[in-house]
């Protein structure tokens, strides 16, 4: 079974900036991608950026120029930097990884436990 940690949230003050971490682990697996999403009080997960296996980055339009999402498949990990901050930003963040489970020989989407990031005004 995959597993996934995220790690890097905090408190920061408006303009700052921070910098989460996503790994995943468990059997032999493959990543088809790595994604972020969010989820502030009272309201809906909501996708932030994700890096497919071929290097395709998409983001969502409150977060480009700002945001950076990284990975590195070698090391099943992927990164948010994320500069400019903004109260809006404030949320539970959630790292998503989708692959294939060779021992198990299915798909799996696995979800971290999310990591905090409040942004002060």
């Known amino acids: 079974q995959v597993q996934v940690v995220e790690s890097g949230g905090g408190l920061v003050q408006a303009g700052g900036s921070l910098r989460l971490s996503c790994v995943a682990s468990?059997?032999?697996?493959?990543?088809?991608?790595m994604a972020w999403y969010r989820q502030a009080p009272g309201s809906q997960r909501q996708f932030v950026a994700s890096v497919g296996d071929g290097g395709d980055i998409t983001y969502t339009d409150s977060v480009k120029g700002r945001f950076i999402i990284s990975e590195d498949g070698a090391r099943k990990t992927t990164w948010l930097q994320m500069n400019s901050l903004k109260p809006e930003d404030t949320a539970i963040y959630f790292c998503?990884?989708?692959?294939?489970?060779?021992?198990?020989?299915?798909?799996?989407?696995?979800w971290g436990q999310g990591t905090q990031v409040t942004v002060s005004s």
């Open positions: 468990g059997t032999i697996f493959s990543i088809y991608s």
């Open positions: 998503n990884f989708h692959g294939y489970e060779h021992s198990l020989r299915r798909e799996y989407s696995a």
